[in-house]
């Protein structure tokens, strides 16, 4: 089956990474929840309704340039009887929650042996890609990202005043993720790469 690139994009992409995103963040908002800190659900955030979660310049983003993001879920770790950790655990949910839905397709792809030159099969593999997408760039340790959050839980106490200084430094470190400054593309799109490979192909894909 071949399509254009853009209708790709409109029918497979962006409702995959819709449904993706939307999920990550009300993962984050149920840990969070169920570790003692309501604010996620007093904000309105504890819902599968996609419109809670858009950021609509994330959003515009997206249409545009094919990279945006989605509002970050409130939290407020004073609420956790360990905040730190609480954190960290919340911050891990939303990857989580990506991996998790990858491996059920993968699951779905083993039992019915999906043709991803249909349209089925494509929008399956689509949606894992981008699930397998949001887990890994999430994961990578620089603030704002959910990896710098779990890592700060596991740093010695000493060290972890210094890295939380990183935050104020958060947009450059975003720009030189994303910028494609390599021959090979952005640091993000090359990390990324690698993993999400090596996942499709051990979730049956390739």
């Known amino acids: 089956m071949v399509i254009s690139d853009t209708i790709y994009w409109i029918l497979f992409a962006i409702p995959s990474i819709l449904i993706a995103s939307t999920l990550h963040e009300y993962a984050h908002g149920l840990a969070a929840y169920k570790l003692g800190d309501p604010t996620a659900k007093a904000a309105g955030r504890l819902t599968l309704n996609p419109l809670a979660h858009i950021d609509p310049i994330g959003a515009l983003s997206?249409?545009?340039?094919?990279?945006?993001?989605?509002?970050?879920?409130?939290?407020?770790?004073?609420?956790?009887?360990?905040?730190?950790?609480?954190?960290?655990?919340?911050?891990?949910?939303?990857?989580?929650?990506?991996f998790l839905l990858a491996s059920l397709c993968g699951l779905a792809n083993w039992i019915f042996n999906v043709d991803t030159g249909s349209i089925g099969g494509l929008f399956l593999l689509t949606f894992t890609t981008i699930n397998l997408a949001l887990a890994f760039f999430n994961l990578i340790p620089i603030p704002p990202l959910d990896g710098h959050k779990i890592v700060r839980a596991i740093l010695p106490i000493k060290l972890r005043y210094y890295w939380q200084q990183m935050e104020r430094f958060q947009i450059i470190f975003l720009v030189i993720l994303i910028l494609p400054i390599t021959p090979s593309g952005s640091i993000a799109s090359i990390f990324m790469s690698f993993f999400i490979s090596k996942s499709l192909l051990l979730l049956g894909f390739l």
Do not use: Q
């Open 62 to 98: 997206m249409i545009f340039f094919r990279f945006g993001w989605s509002k970050p879920v409130p939290i407020n770790e004073y609420n956790f009887k360990k905040g730190e950790l609480g954190t960290a655990i919340t911050a891990l949910a939303g990857p989580f929650s990506n």
